[in-house]
C-alpha cells in the first residue's frame, strides 16, 4: 500500500527543560501526539507507549496522558511508572521535572 501524502517523520530531536537537554521525540499519529523525552536513565512518554510493555523489558519509564506538545508534557504529572522508575523513588503525581531529575542524577541512591 502506497504511503499517504504526509511526508512527516518522526525523529529525535533535541530538547531544552529547565536549561538541560533532553532528547525528545514528537510525532503526530492518528488523532493524537506520540511524546517520549530521553533522560540519562529513562524517560517519561506519553499513555500512547504501554506500560506493561516498558515493565516487560525493564525500562525505567514514567508515562504522562492528555498531552499534545512539549510545553503540555513538561507541565504534566506522572500517572503510571513502571517498577524500575518506582525503585527510584518516582511517583504517581509527581511532576515530570522532578521525574526528570531524577532520572538525571549521577547516583541512584
Not at 23 to 40: C, E, S, W
Not at 64 to 86: H, L, M, P, Q, R
Amino acid at each position: 500500500m502506497p504511503a499517504s501524502g504526509n511526508k512527516e517523520v518522526s525523529s529525535v530531536e533535541p530538547v531544552e527543560f529547565d536549561g538541560k537537554k533532553y532528547n525528545g521525540i514528537r510525532q503526530n499519529i492518528g488523532n493524537m501526539t506520540l511524546i517520549v523525552v530521553r533522560a540519562k536513565r529513562g524517560y517519561i512518554a506519553c499513555s500512547y507507549l504501554s506500560k506493561e510493555t516498558a515493565e516487560k523489558v525493564g525500562d525505567i519509564a514514567a508515562f504522562v496522558s492528555g498531552v499534545k506538545d512539549y510545553s503540555e508534557f513538561f507541565n504534566a504529572k506522572i500517572k503510571k511508572t513502571t517498577s524500575w522508575a518506582d525503585d527510584m523513588g518516582i511517583r504517581e503525581g509527581m511532576s515530570v521535572r522532578k521525574a526528570l531529575e531524577l532520572m538525571d542524577a549521577e547516583d541512584l541512591e
